[in-house]
């Protein structure tokens, strides 16, 4: 046989050999058939994107986070010279803070839904347009009305970027990372904190207060610029793990350069989901498995707003501080939120992980409510100490450096806990990741504002140290809701996940 027959025999027995002949296999010696085994197709990766594109998309996501941060913090160190010359009282401005909280609750509600629906980069585009319309409203202003409304919406459009930011991290990250990337997020909140006030102060100080709103309008509206021209759409409803080209409406002129589509891979509106169901939120937030962790969360934001409002004026009353020196006391508490946050997502993947890896029984049963909310038990007891050396220094006048100490512990631990129950119900709602996160915004900040409205007539009453006594044993009995998350909470989301899947 000439070495041409030999390979065109060894070939058609490879041909007939191999499992994606189209012919019949024979049969062997002893009368078997050979069943060619089926070969399941690669599964796609969670996300499309790569590295370097998610850490770009998530610093755009932070970035946006940062005009809720500059919008609430940068006015704390101006109170007393705007109620000086809109010529009112200290308690009349506190009330703008208040009705700020009030809209802070309510707004992601609406635009939380919306952008699970319609998408996150539309959404963010509408907030900031009204945003940037009351920023240039506010900086015009010559009447205290004028003003607590133009902060109610001033606070419509910036506070639900905590909540779309959120819901990008969630589209574009595993559970198993998201918590060191909710803590890059959440560096965009954060720093606010830190540097605004300081800018306030000076602000106030050597330009006017007015110079506070015409910043945020020109930031604004560099931002939305970009924000038009450069973001990609990340809602998975819309463009799977990033590789499906999002419907024209929500597709950017510029988005080649920060995600890499599959050009044969378009996205749509499917018809049956352009409807808005505003009360998901609402839903979210009393399901039994939500309201036990807010309750306990809730208790312990509104103390920390209230050490915030309170503490311009006890400041400027105590310590006779001018504008520039009461912003500067505030980098404490910007420091301590940020280093906050970057430690705790990074302790929190650890944990995680630890937790995780000594588990060995069904992935379904696994208890997240147990590695995600066991922290808290360190986290809480250190801030009630904060708060408790905050009020009694400043109630025995000890010296400036004390309760500026205790701001900085408590930003610390106030964002641990918040970073914590926001990672806890983005894992539990990953379809819902924005409404999760509005739900847990609107809890928080609407006992935020009834505690920043009661602080002042409670110092006037009992005094500073009691006040934040008074808080302090509040938030310890919150600690048991935390214990009857982890005993109960996960009964109660397999029986919602059940319901869940008998209603798809």
Not at 227 to 251: K, W
Not at 417 to 426: E, K
């Amino acid at each position: 046989m000439t070495d041409r027959a030999r390979s065109s025999t060894r070939d058609n027995d490879s041909h007939r050999l191999s499992p994606i002949s189209d012919r019949p296999p024979k049969p062997d010696a002893r009368g078997d058939v050979a069943v060619p085994l089926a070969v399941d197709p690669p599964s796609p990766p969670y996300t499309a994107f790569t590295s370097r594109q998610r850490i770009l998309i998530i610093a755009i996501a932070s970035l946006s986070a940062t005009f809720s941060g500059f919008a609430s913090n940068i006015y704390f160190p101006a109170i007393p010279t705007m109620a000086s010359a809109l010529h009112t009282s200290v308690e009349n401005i506190n009330l703008t803070v208040t009705t700020y909280m009030i809209f802070q609750a309510i707004s992601p509600t609406l635009w939380a839904v919306i952008s699970d629906t319609y998408g996150r980069r539309i959404t963010l585009m509408c907030t900031f347009v009204v945003f940037l319309s009351a920023c240039i409203g506010l900086a015009l202003t010559t009447r205290l009305y004028q003003l607590l409304i133009l902060r109610c919406l001033q606070s419509f459009g910036s506070a639900s970027t905590i909540a779309i930011g959120a819901g990008i991290v969630g589209d574009v990250t595993t559970r198993e990372e998201r918590g060191g990337f909710m803590g890059v997020f959440q560096t965009g909140l954060l720093l606010p904190l830190a540097i605004g006030p300081v800018l306030g102060g000076v602000f106030a100080e050597t330009l006017g207060w007015r110079a506070i709103f015409w910043f945020l309008a020109i930031y604004a509206g560099v931002f939305l610029a970009f924000l038009a021209l450069c973001f990609p759409e990340t809602l998975r409803s819309l463009v799977g793990n990033g590789s499906i080209n999002p419907p024209p409406p929500a597709r950017a002129p510029l988005e080649h350069l920060v995600a890499s589509r599959d050009d044969t891979k378009h996205g749509a509106f499917p018809p049956g989901r352009l409807r808005v169901d505003l009360g998901g939120t609402f839903r979210i937030l009393v399901l039994p498995e939500v309201v036990f962790v807010l309750l306990f969360l809730s208790l312990h934001y509104a103390t920390w707003q209230m050490t915030l409002t309170a503490q311009s004026s006890l400041f400027a009353s105590e310590y006779n501080l001018s504008e520039i020196a009461l912003g500067l006391t505030f980098l404490a508490n910007g420091l301590g939120c940020m280093l906050g946050s970057l430690s705790t997502g990074k302790l929190l993947d650890i944990d995680y992980r630890r937790f995780k890896g000594k588990f060995s029984g069904d992935p379904h049963d696994f208890p997240i409510e147990q590695a995600r909310l066991r922290t808290l038990w360190v986290w809480a007891p250190v801030q009630w100490g904060s708060v408790l050396l905050f009020g009694w220094t400043i109630d025995r006048h000890v010296h400036l450096a004390a309760p500026i100490i205790a701001t900085f512990g408590l930003a610390w631990t106030s964002m641990s806990t918040q970073s914590v129950i926001t990672m806890y119900l983005v894992d539990i709602f990953p379809k819902r990741s924005a409404s999760a996160t509005a739900a847990v915004n609107l809890a928080r900040c609407l006992m935020g504002a009834g505690a920043t409205a009661s602080v002042n007539p409670t110092i006037g009453a009992i005094g500073v140290g009691w006040t934040f006594t008074l808080w302090t044993g509040l938030m310890a009995l919150s600690l048991a809701f935390v214990a009857v998350e982890m005993r109960y909470g996960a009964i109660w989301r397999k029986r919602r996940e059940a319901k869940e899947a008998q209603g798809d």
